[in-house]
């Protein structure tokens, strides 16, 4: 296995504090709070989704172009990450082209790709040099990616926020590591310093954190959506496809609040696989949680929650530095 620091993208080294991406969340990641983790050193992510008009997303990506120009401009030395674009490749999202066409103008320097392994996508990316990941839950979706071409992989473990695949972190990324050796993130469940670093140690270069960036100031998330993950823990998390036709994590105090059942919900149809308009309500009323909720307790600003991150990454490495010299010298 290549060196973490070979593998990362030349266009992230010395952008980024911590080896994070701010992961995109439907209706939650929006301009406010992608500028606010990338000036904070983190890749910020949104779904181009989120922009409810076409028209609206290339406004977005002007003023996040604009905003991290200027910061960049008034401290050249800082850190200040890039910042990345989901798209949603499925039948059921017909504004995929357009959106693409406004990232393309827009020269976004990573495209995250979900669901479909993303042929078209990944040549339009690389036209202007920018770079594709996509999402994956198990080493066939894996290959399908790579042999469409991506520039990365992120391994969607079981626990993640929203939909999650089944499978542990140590599984998958030990399998996808025996024929991959390039740039790899790892989701489900990350929540700390500590998960970071760990993620690094099994081998993956990045960490991918949804959840813990509900709970922040930025976040577009109602008040009651960001209490309840302060206030939940992992037991209160269901895994379920009611809602958007694949398995997902969500909240079960939000099921409950909604009137339904989460020991008994209806059947669901995966034909009915919806990603545009009318999987909103869904979203609005049931909220996706990871299971790594129970060690989020407060909603601060995106600055202070990596700032934190960063003090735990550092004590948690002099502490492991401390562990590695009992056992192996
Ligand atoms: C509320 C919510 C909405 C999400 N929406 C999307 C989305 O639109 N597109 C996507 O690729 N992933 C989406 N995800 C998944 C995240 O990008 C990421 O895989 C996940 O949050 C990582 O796990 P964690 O929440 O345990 O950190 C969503 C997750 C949550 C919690």
């Keep these: 296995m290549s060196p973490a620091a070979d593998r990362l993208p030349t266009a992230f080294a010395g952008r980024l504090r911590l080896p994070v991406i701010a992961s995109p969340m439907f209706i939650v990641s929006g301009p406010e709070l992608v500028i606010a983790e990338c000036l904070s050193g983190v890749i910020g992510a949104f779904p181009a989704l989120n922009a409810r008009a076409p028209d ?12 991290l120009a200027a910061a960049r401009a008034a401290e050249p030395d800082r850190r200040i990450a890039p910042f990345a674009v989901n798209q ?21 320097p990573l495209i995250i790709t979900s669901l479909r392994p993303p042929g078209e996508v990944v040549r339009q990316a690389h036209s202007y040099g920018g770079l594709v990941f996509h999402d994956v839950i198990s080493v066939r979706h894996a290959e399908k990616a790579l042999e469409a071409g991506v520039d990365g992989l992120i391994l969607v473990c079981a626990g993640a926020g929203g939909h999650a695949g089944t499978l542990s972190p140590f599984a998958l990324l030990g399998e996808v590591r025996r024929f991959y050796d390039g740039p ?30 509900i709970a922040t100031r930025e976040a577009n998330a109602a008040p009651a959506y960001k209490e309840m993950i302060t206030t939940s823990s992992a037991a209160d998390i269901l895994y379920s496809p009611t809602f958007t036709g694949v398995h997902g994590n969500y909240l079960k ?77």
Excluded at 95 to 105: N, Q, S, Y
Excluded at 191 to 199: M, P
Excluded at 279 to 301: E, F, H, L, M, N
Aim: net charge negative.
């Design 56 to 67: 609206t997303l290339d406004g977005w990506l002007t003023r996040i172009r604009t905003e």
């Design 184 to 213: 790899i993130v790892l989701a489900g469940a990350i929540t700390t310093g500590d998960a970071v670093l760990a993620a690094q140690a099994m081998g993956a270069d990045l960490a991918y954190m949804g959840t813990r960036f």
């Design 88 to 108: 949603i490749v499925h039948a059921s999202n017909d504004r995929l082209a357009r959106d693409m066409e406004t990232c393309v103008a827009h020269e976004v």
């Design 253 to 329: 105090p939000s099921i409950v609040a909604a009137g339904l059942d989460p020991d008994n919900l209806p059947h669901a149809d995966k034909a009915s696989m919806d990603f545009g308009s009318s999987s909103t309500k869904a979203w609005r009323d049931i909220w996706g949680s990871g299971q790594g909720v129970g060690t989020i307790v407060d909603a601060p600003p995106v600055a202070d929650v990596v700032n934190r991150l960063e003090t735990e990454y550092r004590d948690a490495r002099a502490r492991l530095a401390q562990v590695s010299s009992d056992f192996a010298g």
